[in-house]
């Protein structure tokens, strides 16, 4: 019913800036939540931040908070993930995901039951 494909992934070095992006086809896309997990090798996907339907509201993981930025322009139904200051720590799959519910487990990723996925992009970050 919902496509996300995410694109924008690849390799930087430490301190350098990355930008993701995430198109979403089907459904209206202003009704559902949007958020980036990541998954590195050999741990469980976390959650790194979600944006409301509207815009209005977002939230952080503590590790990114100051680093990392999302965005979503609806007329394009597509959300951004800015990064900048990455470091190797960031090195993962990250994935794109959204969700109709807004739920506070949901939004601030405590739940990772979120609707409709992504495939995935690898971010490489090097020392």
């Known amino acids: 019913q919902v496509q996300l494909v995410e694109s924008g992934g690849g390799l930087v070095q430490a301190g350098g800036s990355l930008r993701l992006s995430c198109a979403a086809f089907?459904?209206?896309?202003?009704?559902?939540?949007m958020g980036w997990f990541r998954q590195a090798p050999g741990k469980e996907r976390e959650f790194v931040l979600s944006?409301?339907?509207?815009?209005?509201?977002?939230y952080y993981a503590d590790s990114v908070k100051g680093r990392f930025t999302i965005s979503r322009d609806n007329a394009k139904n597509t959300v951004d993930l800015q990064m900048n200051s990455l470091k190797p720590e960031d090195t993962a799959v990250y994935y794109c995901?959204?969700?109709?519910?807004?739920?506070?487990?949901?939004?601030?990723?405590?739940?990772?039951?979120?609707?409709?996925w992504g495939q995935g992009t690898q971010v490489t970050v090097s020392s």
């Open positions: 944006i409301s339907g509207g815009g209005s509201s977002t």
């Open positions: 995901a959204a969700d109709r519910s807004h739920s506070r487990a949901i939004m601030t990723g405590r739940s990772k039951e979120w609707d409709y």
């Open positions: 089907g459904r209206t896309f202003s009704n559902y939540a």
